[in-house]
C-alpha cells in the first residue's frame, strides 16, 4: 500500500495529464485560429509568388519583392529539396511556412505562429512539471502530519497511555490532533483512576484478612473442625485473589521490568515442578534476562492450573532456539473449544472445559501478563489426540 503523501502527490499528478490529455485531444479535434495562421499565410505566400513551375529568376524577383522592406533573410525551397531563390543570408532558419504547393518558406524571423500543436502541448507539459514540483512539498508537509497522527492512534491503542501528537497550525488535521490529545488524557486519567482504585482496594481488604485469620486461629479446640477448616480455605482463596490482583495491577502500571537478571529456566522449572508429584519435567538448559519472581509465578499458575483442571500426569518440556525459549504445559484433562482456548486468559474467567472452575481466574491472565513482559506471548493449543497443551514463548536474550 503506497504511502499517504504519495497517493495525494500522484492523484494530483494524474489529475494534471488527465486535464493535459483532454486539452490535447479537444485542441487536435476543434483546432483553433492560430491553427489556422500557418495554413492562411501559406496560401497568401503562394499567391504572391509565381508558380511553381516558373523559372527562378521570376521566383527570385517574387521573393525579393516579397521580403522588401524588412531585414528578414528568406528562402524559397522547391519540392524536391533545391534551392529556387534567397534573399539575404539565412544561415539560421528561424520559422518555416509549407506552401499548399508543396513548396516551402524558410525565414531568418519568425513571420508566423508556426505549429500551435506543439506549442500547446509545451505548455502543458512545462505546466505539470511546475505544478508537480510546487506541490510536492505541501502535500508532503499535510501528509506527515497525517501520518503522525496515525502513529499516535496506534500506539495508543498498543498501550501507551501518554502518547501525544503535536498540533501543528490551524486547520481541521490541527483540530483533529487537538481532539485526538483530549481523548487521549482522559482515557490516561480515567485508566490511572481505576488501577489506583483497585490497588487501594486489595491493600485495604488486607487488614479484615489478616483479623479474621488471627480469629481463626485463636478459636477454642471445640469449634467445629470442618467448619474451620473451610473459612481456612476461604481465607487461602481470598488471599490468592488479592495477591493476583496486586499483581496484575503492577504489570499493568509499570511498563518497565522492576528486577532484570539472567535467569535459569531449567532450574527454576525444576524446582517448581518439585513442588508436584504428577509434574515431569523434560528439556534442555535456557537462560533469559527477566524477573526470576514472576517467572516462577508463570510455571507455578501453570502448574496449578494444570492440576485443578486436568488429569495427571502433567508434562513440562522446555526447548530454546534462536527464535527464542518455549514452554509447553500438557495435562491428559479432557480438550476444549477453540473458542475457549482464547477466553480462558480473559480475566476472571472460570468456565473452564465446560464448567466453573472455581478460584479466582485470574492465573493464566497473569501467564500472558507476565510472558508479555519477558517478550514473549502465551496461548493454549488443542492437540491431535484430544488434549490440549499451554505455550509460552520467552524472549531469549
Known sequence: MPRLYLRFYLALLGSLIVFVLAAAVLWHHFGGLTGRTDETLG???????????APKADQQAALRTLMSGTDVSAALIAVDHTRLATVGDIGRTAWAIDLPDGRRLLSSEP???????????????????????????????????LERLQAGVESLGAGNLSTRVAVEGHDEVARLAESFNRAAARIDELVGAHKSLLANASHELRTPLTRIRMTVELMKESADP??????????A????????ILLASRLDAVSEAEVDEEVDLLALAAEECARYSEAELDGAAATLRGDPRLLRRLLRNLLENARR????????????????????????????????????????????????????GLGLSLVRQIARRHGGDAHCERTPDGHMCFIVTLAAH
Do not use: W
Request: proline share 6%; hydrophobic share 45%.
Open 226 to 235: 470442618e467448619r474451620k477448616d473451610a473459612l481456612k480455605r476461604d481465607i
Open 309 to 360: 483442571h486436568g488429569k495427571p500426569p502433567t508434562r513440562v518440556v522446555l526447548a530454546q532456539d534462536e527464535r527464542g525459549i518455549n514452554l509447553v504445559v500438557r495435562d491428559e484433562g479432557p480438550d476444549v473449544t477453540a473458542d475457549q482456548c482464547e477466553s480462558m486468559f480473559v480475566p476472571f474467567y472460570r468456565q473452564v472445559r465446560g464448567v466453573d472452575a472455581g478460584g479466582a
Open 237 to 244: 482463596e481470598l488471599d490468592q485473589l488479592i495477591d493476583e
Open 43 to 53: 496560401r497568401f505566400v503562394q499567391n504572391a509568388l509565381p508558380a511553381a513551375e
Open 111 to 145: 513571420i508566423g505562429a508556426g505549429h500551435p500543436h506543439y506549442m500547446l502541448l509545451v505548455v502543458l507539459l512545462v505546466l505539470v512539471l511546475a505544478v508537480g514540483v510546487a506541490a510536492h512539498p505541501i502535500v508532503r508537509r499535510l501528509a506527515t502530519r
